[in-house]
């Protein structure tokens, strides 16, 4: 995919630039001249989604910091004065509040797209162990701005996610205060976090970087899953391509976006959290943000903290050991029968996990969560290595030109057919 | 001096190895005040002790104090509590502890009113064994604040108390 530029400066200032600071071919060659594979769908514009909501995310957090004051007795107070007082105070709250479950939505459907098609698979397992690491990094950030409102869900959110360190054996308390920076959430907690917050938005940005450049040298996979093998017959150009299609994406993407912030901006928040935090009252049930529910209906599922809180971050994690743990050679599940429909149940497990996260921890539901909690780790640990020896796969186009023919028409015929 | 690596090892070896050593120390020397500053601070350990009056609680009840930011519970017991507590077998106890070793007085216990799963706050008198109950995640504690079922590991924590006075304690 890379090779010398074929970018030629037209104007004066341009050549100029392009002596000292190739800019502009470097924009050039990985956004307009770029190769795209011409088979992709629109699941494959939720890369240029996420970089859209990540941006949206630091616009809208930049501006509420200038109005918000991370201090125990002030914080809850400030969130009600953005809301109210400040101009257009309670849309900003509302969009960065509801651009993360937005982002996360987003992000959820570009991991699954990447297990249906096999995206992790060799050469891509940096770029696949990159996206793991910003998911982790999102998950913390999302944590962290959750506490900084200050209401009861906030803290409670807070002592039990920080609680979850406890369970790591001899240092796991101390770890707890240091983190803490007392004995239990407060003052210290609330300013680190709002500290942290603030910063990891921007660690992210250098590691979407990092996952940019990794896509840019190993090129996109696509729904066949076959590399690209004639840049002329598989690919179109970036720009207007996929630069378009991306546009269409994330217009059709910010309608619900939009249409959540402005209708119902609570709708995937908690009421308890417009309760002040109380440190000495737990809310009778607790409930962490929608979409860390899976992970959380796993740490309940098991009876054991140290166990729970372990199986809590393998659950996280295991995704990064994928390239290995799929053992075929194929790529996409378009050609994997079995897989297919795996991949299906998979995804129905995670949904379930979800929905039993936000359920009481006991009786059936409780049941069902430790079944579905062994199912996940079934799927990674035991199904996708066995699956990958004993399946028998559909045949594989040849190329991606191939892929998209019309079964027994000829080249001239495919031609016609795609005019 | 020549250039030529030698097989064995010399002298500059020796500087550079010393050079780069001395670095790696300063450099976790100065990653240490770094790490440090997010232990409490002295205003957060300055809070380390709390006075309670007792004679205001009747037999029975069970009253919240802050300590620490966290909530001490003092559950003035019944006596038919501290005998439930006390004819408990210990091999019934997940986190065995005779009741006497969690108590100065029998009638009184003070204990930390966090739940030792995640950290959540237990609501007294509630619970299939009477002591508290953890609406988060299920855990029930005994009359002696011990854990009897559900996910916490460990019983309610007893805080470093002492009474100075027939109904005063200072807790810290």
């Known amino acids: 995919m890379s090779g010398p530029s074929k970018y030629t400066p037209k104007s004066a200032f341009a050549r100029w630039l392009e002596r000292r ?53 002030l914080a809850f107070d400030s969130v009600e004065h953005i809301m109210r007082d400040v101009n257009w105070g309670g849309i900003l709250r509302y969009a960065h509040a509801n651009g993360a479950s937005m982002f996360f939505l987003a992000v959820y459907i570009h991991i699954f797209r990447g297990m249906y098609y096999g995206s992790y698979k060799e050469p891509r397992e940096v770029l696949w162990i990159l996206g793991v690491i910003i998911f982790v990094v999102m998950m913390a950030t999302g944590f962290l701005g959750y506490t900084l409102p200050w209401g009861q869900m906030s803290f409670w959110a807070a002592t039990v996610i920080t609680n979850l360190f406890s369970a790591i054996p001899v240092v796991g308390n101390s770890i707890t205060t240091w983190l803490l920076g007392g004995y239990s959430v407060d003052n210290p907690t609330l300013n680190r976090f709002f500290a942290l917050h603030y910063l990891l938005p921007f660690i992210l940005f250098a590691i979407v970087g990092l996952h940019v450049w990794a896509l840019h040298v190993t090129g996109q996979n696509n729904p066949s899953g076959v590399e690209v093998k004639d840049i002329e017959k598989d690919t179109v150009p970036f720009t207007p391509y996929a630069t378009f299609k991306d546009a269409l994406g994330i217009g059709v993407f910010l309608l619900l976006y939009v249409w959540m912030t402005f209708f119902v901006p609570n709708y995937l928040g908690h009421p308890d959290n417009y309760i002040e935090a109380n440190p000495l009252v737990t809310p009778p049930h607790i409930v962490p943000e929608w979409y860390f529910l899976p992970f959380y209906a796993i740490l309940r599922a098991i009876p054991n903290k140290l166990l729970g809180v372990i199986a809590l971050f393998a659950a996280v994690l295991i995704p990064a050991a994928l390239p290995w743990l799929d053992t075929s050679k194929i790529r996409s599940a378009r050609y994997r029968p079995l897989f297919r429909k ?29 079944v579905f909690a062994a199912y996940y780790f079934f799927h990674f640990l035991v199904l996708l290595p066995i699956l990958g020896k004993r399946e028998k796969p559909e045949p594989v186009p040849e190329s991606i030109a191939a892929s998209l023919a019309v079964p027994g028409a000829s080249e001239s015929e495919e031609g016609r057919v795609h005019a | 001096m020549s250039d030529k690596p030698t097989a064995e090892t010399n002298r500059r070896d020796f500087l550079f190895v010393a050079t780069g ?71 019934d106890l997940p986190d065995p502890e005779p009741d006497s070793k969690r108590v100065k ?53 007893v805080p470093p108390y002492a009474f100075i006075g027939d109904n005063k304690i200072k807790i810290g």
């Open chain 2, 21 to 91: 050593a001395a670095a790696a120390t300063a450099a976790a020397g100065m990653v240490w005040p770094l790490i440090q500053q997010m232990n409490p601070d002295a205003s957060t350990l300055a809070l380390a002790s709390t006075e309670v009056d007792l004679s205001g609680v009747p037999e029975g009840q069970i009253i919240t104090v802050k300590w620490r930011g966290k909530p001490v519970f003092v559950r003035h017991r019944t006596a038919k509590e501290v005998q439930e507590a006390e004819k408990v077998s210990l091999s």
């Open chain 2, 105 to 157: 007085k029998p009638e009184w216990l003070i204990v930390i009113g966090v739940c030792t799963h995640l950290g959540c706050i237990p609501l007294g008198h509630e619970g299939e064994f009477d002591g508290w109950f953890c609406p988060c995640h299920g855990s029930t504690y005994d009359v002696s604040g011990r854990i009897r079922s559900g996910p916490a590991p460990a019983n309610l924590e």
């Open chain 1, 21 to 73: 600071l190739p800019i502009l071919s470097f924009v050039h060659d990985a956004f307009v001249a770029y190769p795209t594979p011409k088979n992709l769908n629109y699941l494959w514009t939720f890369g240029a989604i996420l970089s859209f909501m990540l941006i949206a995310q630091i616009v809208t957090g930049v501006v509420l910091a200038m109005h918000y004051t991370p201090e125990t007795g």
């Open chain 1, 342 to 370: 795996f991949f299906w149940v998979f995804v129905a497990v995670s949904l379930g996990l979800g929905y039993l996260g936000a359920k009481p921890a006991e009786g059936v539901y409780l049941l069902f969560a430790r």
